[in-house]
């Protein structure tokens, strides 16, 4: 199993509170991604990171914002929760050498509830 | 734009009958990936198989196999003699091949199997 840990695993909070879900990853890859996964509509891609201190946005990206000081962490954050960022949050990581489609390996998910 | 199309929301069938999961794309690139992805009762997305567009042949892996065709844009997938323990969600996904190679998925498709 890829070295991906997330925390908190479950958290409920209060809409307008600010909320970091941590992403920690042990293989040394290169590229990080937070994903949330909804009904109906999958998994979709918020924020990506291809290097320490480089970023950018996904599909769903408003609302969020992520930041990679050290290779191993990629944390996110949403500023202030809304009742819409109710979802499961998963963090996935993958090495890929150009020209190629390296496999996405995800960690367990943290379940965020906003009330 | 990418996308994926998982038609089928839910699927049910009887322990031992044979199961397929369809899963169509749209993709303007020529070159791109092709995923799926389990994801158990428990939660976690478990990587199933990758295939990229120049590889057309079925890929057969015990019970599970995988028929890809470029002329249809489809990549189905078929549980030959279904277990219980085949019960999840299954998530069909498309990658670029250049850059961070971002998964575009599916709305994923809950598979039942009865006893």
Redesign the interface.
């Known amino acids: 199993d890829a070295g991906i840990t997330q925390s908190p695993r479950h958290k409920v909070t209060e809409t307008g509170t600010p909320v970091t879900l941590r992403c920690h990853q042990t293989e040394n890859h290169r590229?990080m991604?937070w994903?949330r996964q909804d009904p109906?509509?999958?998994?979709?891609?918020i924020h990506?990171s291809?290097g320490v201190k480089d970023t950018?946005k996904?599909e769903v990206s408003d609302g969020y914002s992520v930041s990679r000081s050290k290779t191993e962490d990629f944390l996110l954050t949403l500023e202030s929760a809304t009742s819409s960022q109710t979802s499961?949050y998963?963090c996935?990581i993958?090495e890929?050498a150009?020209?190629?489609?390296?496999?996405?390996?995800?960690g367990?998910?943290t379940r965020l509830t906003v009330l | 734009a990418q996308k994926v199309t998982q038609a089928q929301t839910e699927i049910s069938v009887v322990e031992k009958e044979d199961v397929t999961l369809d899963c169509v794309y749209e993709t303007r690139d020529t070159t791109y990936y092709l995923f799926w992805y389990k994801q158990p009762p428990s939660g976690e997305l478990v990587f199933l198989i990758r295939r990229n567009s120049f590889d057309e042949q079925n890929e057969i892996s015990g019970r599970y196999s995988w028929n890809f065709q470029k002329s249809t844009s489809s990549f189905n997938f078929t549980i030959t003699a279904s277990q219980v323990v085949d019960s999840a969600v299954y998530f069909c996904a498309l990658s670029e091949p250049q850059g961070a190679q971002k998964l575009v998925f599916g709305q994923g498709t809950r598979l039942t199997i009865n006893p």
């Open positions: 590229y991604y994903y109906g509509h999958g998994l979709r891609l990506y291809y950018d996904g499961v998963f996935a993958s890929s150009a020209g190629t489609a390296d496999t996405q390996y995800f367990p998910g």
